[in-house]
């Protein structure tokens, strides 16, 4: 069992990698590996009707960010990265779930200049392929060449994850054009939607390199800060570049969605109304 300064050589590691521009190499690397073994987990072109909205999805891109964050915390912790691998696939499995059935729920057409799944396919597929990477992320966690103790820790922490972010979408859906959400409730709502399942990947690679449960603790607490920075920065692009919504700038105020920056500003809130 790894003692509470293993927390300490985390934090270091992670300061030199990304000091040394490294993370990016990291991710890059480790990302690759990761749309490897989503193609083993779900072979392309397979006709199952399950295979050809979810890659259609996939193959919008993403940088696999959540589970090379995963073997980032273990390698640093001095755990075995190829140990955490089925882990950080389920978390990237379980990610594009979410992003799926949120792009139902918020009316989205558009990801990454491609259009959603199901506007591709109809709703009824895109809720199926959505469960269907969901119960994908247990079936690689359960696949883990780790101990049934350390196997179970990291079921627990996919359960939780998949629990507190259902919570703050449902906090999201029903914030929207809101009088009386506030910046607090934001910070709640986000902490819930974004910084659970951005913390998780971490915490499973510090549970795969046997840091004790405060270490693991830790990196809860890290990642769900890290959680609601990253969706700030999110509704910023939304307000200057977009988020790859066929060129549209500000979709998300328009939705009536509860941006931080709109929160921050009255005149904003009204015309977000």
């Known amino acids: ?106 009316g989205d057409t558009m990801r990454r200049d491609q259009p959603t799944v199901w506007v591709q396919y109809g709703t009824a597929n895109a809720i199926n392929a959505g469960d269907y990477l969901l119960a994908c992320a247990y079936k690689t966690t359960l696949a883990s060449p780790i101990s049934v103790e350390k196997k179970i820790a990291l079921l627990q922490a996919l359960t939780s994850t998949y629990e507190r972010t259902v919570e703050g979408q449902a906090l999201d859906i029903n914030a929207r054009a809101a009088e009386d959400f506030a910046v607090d409730k ?55 570049h977009g988020k790859g919504r066929g060129g549209v700038i500000g979709s998300d105020v328009k939705e009536g969605k509860a941006s931080f920056f709109i929160l921050l500003c009255p005149a904003g809130r009204q015309c977000g109304r």
């Open 1 to 106: 069992m790894l003692c509470d300064c293993d927390y300490d050589v985390f934090v270091a590691y992670a300061r030199e990698i990304i000091t040394d521009m490294r993370i990016e190499e990291s991710i890059k690397i480790y990302g690759a590996k990761i749309d490897e073994l989503l193609k083993e987990l779900i072979p392309p072109n397979r006709n199952d009707y399950l295979s050809a909205p979810i890659w259609h999805h996939m193959r919008t891109g993403g940088k696999r960010v959540r589970p090379a964050l995963c073997l980032i915390t273990c390698e640093a912790l001095g755990g075995n990265p190829h140990e955490a691998i089925h882990f950080a696939l389920a978390i990237e499995a379980m990610h594009n779930m979410f992003l799926i059935h949120d792009d139902i729920e918020d």
């Open 186 to 240: 934001y910070m709640k709502m986000v902490e819930l939607k974004t910084g659970y399942y951005l913390a998780c990947g971490m915490a499973g690679g510090a549970i795969v390199s046997g840091a004790s449960e405060q270490v693991v603790d830790k990196i809860w607490t890290l990642g769900k800060t890290m959680g609601p920075a990253f969706q700030i920065r999110d509704d910023l692009i939304d307000l200057t």
